[in-house]
């Protein structure tokens, strides 16, 4: 069975930084294509970055120069580091699995001062 579990969100103030994690049982998270999104209240889900399998990444331009997605291996997890975080970036976010059409529970991260 995938699961995939979200974790790191919180409150922060314009300009600070959070690294989001998803922690991902039931596949190697190496060999597929992984993503993050993210929705804001009152609008529709929004794609934000991918980690390939051949650990190529590539970001919405939303969030180009701030916001980095990696992986660990040896974790089987995919992160979300995000830097210079706007309060447009308030959002839930959420991890994909895109060949299983699988989804995180999300986590919520605000940045307000």
């Known amino acids: 069975q995938v699961q995939l579990v979200e974790s790191g969100g919180g409150l922060v103030q314009p300009g600070g930084s959070l690294r989001l994690s998803c922690q991902v049982s039931?596949?190697?998270?190496?060999?597929?294509?992984m993503h993050w999104h993210r929705q804001a209240p009152g609008k529709q889900r929004e794609w934000i970055a991918t980690i390939q399998s051949s650990g190529h990444t590539s970001n919405a331009d939303s969030v180009k120069g701030r916001f980095t997605m990696s992986r660990d291996n040896a974790k089987n997890s995919v992160y979300l580091q995000m830097d210079n975080l706007k309060p447009e970036d308030t959002a839930v976010y959420y991890c994909?699995?895109?060949?299983?059409?699988?989804w995180g529970q999300g986590t919520q991260v605000t940045v307000s001062s």
């Open positions: 039931g596949v190697i998270v190496k060999d597929y294509r």
């Open positions: 994909n699995l895109e060949a299983y059409n699988s």
